[in-house]
């Protein structure tokens, strides 16, 4: 393994398991530990736990911090309650997508209340200058609106515990009841477990799988006893730890876009289908006017579902054509272990993004059918929950 | 039963069956008769990973060293295998149409792809390289594979 990557609190644990690391936005990541077929129907399945700690996590806190984030993000976050969680947008000043995040409003233990915001690997550094560009000094310490940014990636561990038997692994190692605990909600945690060194963490109910299931945050130090406490709360309900590799057939299966694929500075919220994620009215962000003119014209292209008939597998960047009309591309696209076939989404002209319309996917040089179809390819039976 | 060589790299078990001919792109031929069996390497298959479909040219089709003989859908990549000899495809294996894991499973055996009549096997064979010779090669790609 390259030994400038970057290392998560659990790498010695993911090379004694015999995990394949890769090269994962500078971060030394499992991609799988047995297959990714296997990973991926046990979190569908039963439950699984994936080492999520190479994600940004950005503390805002401060008076000023809930303007500041209102100013910066495309979603509202001035009216968010305590424990709520929002997906939303980072724009460039041409309305180009920057970067998804989740922005969680939590307190900590004297009651203090702060945002995080979740940002990609890849994407980390970019989003950090981007806010040390907009929080010069004579910005985050104007008296009485005081912005303190820190970045909190390098202290906390995260892990992502998905699965419909989630709230049973999870219930005995913490102090709250998670029955109750809803989607997109979070809240502070005391982990139940000696070695957490009473060392409390963040959890919600969150995640990028489709699948019931829960995000922690831990402290480094004790981020390997409180992985070994879960996977034996898990044992009996036959947990797993699940690579990078599932994770990405899950999201795509979820209908959820990821960075560097279904989104990029080159393409809009609109064209992502990410228009609910933007509150135009209100704060004035980095391309809020940019959108507000984008708004009123029309789609260049919409983001799609594909379901393929045959048995070939589409990739990125494969041409999507309409009667042998070039009419976009596949942005991501793999085997569904769920629905056993070959699974695409990609960004159309608007004129054929309807459900149900016959496309065709140029597969290296041979065109093969292909049906648009609405998200999510795959959907957990909610009554669960 | 096939005798194999094993090295472990990092973590990681790799297994070569001793029996037959291997080209450095990681296909195995195996001589029975008059027809050659072929088949992707134990190493091959940790690389490339879950097989979810395993496409093979049709029975009848004339292969020249080097023509695609597979195509083969994995989780995360699609991978084109080439054949190691002269000669006309006489069979394909039947059960990877509904189990392609067999070539994750068992890649010397029951996940065998495909039988070629071979027309010149005597020179054919003289461009293949033999089990140990196939393990060093193999060695020095994951060593550089596994470093990245």
């Not at chain 1, 993000?73 to 009216?79: E, Q």
């Not at chain 1, 981007?130 to 985050?140: K, T």
């Not at chain 1, 041409?319 to 070959?342: A, D, R, W, Y």
């Given at each position: 393994?390259?030994?400038?990557?970057?290392?998560?609190?659990?790498?010695?644990?993911?090379?004694?398991?015999?995990?394949?690391?890769?090269?994962?936005?500078?971060?030394?990541?499992?991609?799988?530990?047995?297959?990714?077929?296997?990973?991926?129907?046990?979190?569908?399945?039963?439950?699984?736990?994936?080492?999520?700690s190479?994600m940004?996590?950005?503390?805002?806190?401060?008076?000023?911090?809930?303007?500041?984030?209102?100013?910066?993000?495309?979603?509202?976050?001035?009216?968010?309650?305590?424990?709520?969680?929002?997906?939303?947008?980072?724009?460039?000043?041409?309305?180009?997508?920057?970067e998804?995040?989740?922005?969680?409003?939590?307190?900590?233990?004297?009651?203090?209340?702060?945002?995080?915001?979740?940002?990609?690997?890849?994407?980390?550094?970019?989003?950090?200058?981007?806010?040390?560009?907009?929080?010069?000094?004579?910005?985050?310490?104007?008296?009485?609106?005081?912005?303190?940014?820190?970045?909190?990636?390098?202290?906390?561990?995260?892990?992502?515990?998905?699965?419909?038997?989630?709230?049973?692994?999870?219930?005995?190692?913490?102090n709250?009841?998670?029955?109750?605990?809803?989607?997109?909600?979070?809240?502070?945690?005391?982990?139940?477990?000696?070695?957490?060194?009473?060392?409390?963490?963040?959890?919600?109910?969150?995640?990028?799988?489709?699948?019931?299931?829960?995000?922690?945050?831990?402290?480094?130090?004790?981020?390997?006893?409180?992985?070994?406490?879960?996977?034996?709360?898990?044992?009996?309900?036959?947990?797993?730890?699940?690579?990078?590799?599932?994770?990405?057939?899950?999201?795509?299966?979820?209908?959820?876009?990821?960075?560097?694929?279904?989104?990029?500075?080159?393409?809009?919220?609109?064209?992502?289908?990410?228009?609910?994620?933007?509150?135009?009215?209100?704060?004035?962000?980095?391309?809020?006017?940019a959108?507000?003119r984008?708004?009123?014209?029309?789609?260049?292209?919409?983001?799609?579902?594909?379901?393929?008939?045959?048995?070939?597998?589409?990739?990125?960047?494969?041409?999507i054509?309409?009667?042998?009309q070039?009419?976009?591309?596949?942005?991501?696209?793999?085997?569904?272990?769920?629905?056993?076939?070959?699974?695409?989404?990609?960004?159309?002209?608007?004129?054929?993004s309807?459900p149900?319309?016959?496309?065709?996917?140029?597969?290296?040089?041979?065109?093969?059918?292909?049906?648009?179809?609405?998200?999510?390819?795959?959907?957990?039976?909610?009554?669960?929950? | 039963?096939?005798?194999?060589?094993?090295?472990?790299?990092?973590?990681?078990?790799?297994?070569?069956?001793?029996?037959?001919?291997?080209?450095?792109?990681?296909?195995?031929?195996?001589?029975?008769?008059?027809?050659?069996?072929?088949?992707?390497?134990?190493?091959?298959?940790?690389?490339?990973?879950?097989?979810?479909?395993?496409?093979?040219?049709?029975?009848?089709?004339?292969?020249?060293?080097?023509?695609?003989?597979?195509?083969?859908?994995t989780?995360?990549?699609?991978?084109?295998l080439?054949?190691?000899?002269?000669?006309?495809?006489?069979?394909?294996?039947?059960?990877?149409?509904?189990?392609?894991?067999?070539?994750?499973?068992?890649?010397?055996?029951?996940?065998?792809?495909?039988?070629?009549?071979?027309?010149?096997?005597?020179?054919?064979?003289?461009?293949?390289i033999?089990?140990?010779?196939?393990?060093?090669?193999?060695?020095?790609q994951?060593?550089?594979?596994?470093?990245?």
């Amino acid at each position: 393994m390259d030994p400038t990557l970057l290392r998560t609190p659990l790498f010695d644990w993911h090379v004694a398991q015999g995990a394949r690391m890769v090269d994962f936005a500078g971060w030394a990541m499992p991609v799988q530990y047995t297959s990714i077929i296997h990973e991926h129907t046990v979190t569908r399945s039963a439950v699984a736990i994936t080492d999520i700690s190479h994600m940004g996590r950005l503390r805002f806190e401060g008076p000023g911090a809930a303007v500041f984030l209102a100013e910066m993000l495309t979603r509202r976050v001035a009216d968010m309650e305590l424990g709520q969680i929002r997906y939303s947008l980072m724009t460039n000043d041409q309305g180009g997508i920057l970067e998804d995040v989740l922005v969680g409003y939590y307190h900590d233990s004297y009651g203090q209340p702060f945002y995080v915001v979740v940002v990609n690997a890849g994407n980390r550094q970019k989003i950090v200058d981007w806010i040390n560009v907009h929080l010069p000094r004579e910005r985050a310490e104007v008296p009485g609106r005081e912005v303190i940014f820190t970045d909190l990636s390098r202290l906390w561990a995260m892990f992502a515990i998905q699965g419909p038997k989630s709230v049973e692994v999870m219930q005995p190692l913490v102090n709250i009841d998670l029955q109750w605990m809803r989607y997109y909600r979070g809240t502070r945690v005391q982990w139940l477990h000696p070695g957490a060194q009473r060392q409390g963490g963040i959890i919600s109910r969150t995640g990028y799988t489709g699948e019931d299931g829960f995000e922690l945050s831990v402290g480094a130090e004790i981020a390997p006893a409180i992985w070994q406490a879960i996977l034996d709360q898990g044992k009996p309900f036959g947990i797993v730890p699940c690579g990078l590799g599932a994770r990405d057939t899950l999201r795509m299966e979820a209908g959820m876009p990821l960075y560097g694929h279904e989104l990029s500075e080159q393409i809009n919220p609109f064209e992502a289908g990410l228009g609910f994620a933007c509150h135009l009215v209100g704060y004035d962000f980095p391309g809020r006017d940019a959108l507000l003119r984008i708004q009123k014209e029309p789609l260049r292209r919409v983001r799609i579902g594909l379901e393929m008939s045959g048995q070939r597998v589409p990739r990125q960047g494969y041409p999507i054509l309409s009667s042998g009309q070039l009419v976009g591309e596949v942005t991501s696209g793999t085997f569904s272990p769920t629905l056993k076939k070959p699974i695409a989404i990609g960004s159309v002209a608007p004129a054929v993004s309807k459900p149900g319309t016959e496309l065709q996917v140029d597969l290296r040089g041979r065109a093969e059918p292909a049906r648009v179809i609405e998200f999510p390819f795959y959907q957990r039976d909610r009554r669960r929950v | 039963m096939s005798q194999y060589l094993e090295t472990t790299i990092d973590k990681f078990i790799f297994r070569v069956a001793t029996d037959r001919l291997y080209t450095p792109e990681g296909v195995w031929a195996l001589l029975e008769g008059d027809r050659v069996r072929v088949g992707l390497t134990d190493y091959q298959q940790q690389l490339n990973g879950d097989m979810a479909f395993v496409h093979l040219k049709p029975v009848g089709t004339k292969f020249a060293v080097g023509d695609e003989l597979a195509e083969l859908e994995t989780i995360k990549a699609t991978v084109s295998l080439f054949s190691p000899v002269r000669g006309t495809l006489a069979k394909i294996n039947p059960d990877l149409d509904f189990s392609p894991e067999f070539v994750n499973q068992d890649p010397y055996g029951k996940g065998w792809l495909v039988m070629i009549e071979s027309a010149h096997w005597e020179a054919d064979r003289a461009k293949l390289i033999d089990a140990k010779a196939y393990l060093e090669w193999m060695r020095s790609q994951a060593e550089q594979e596994l470093n990245k």
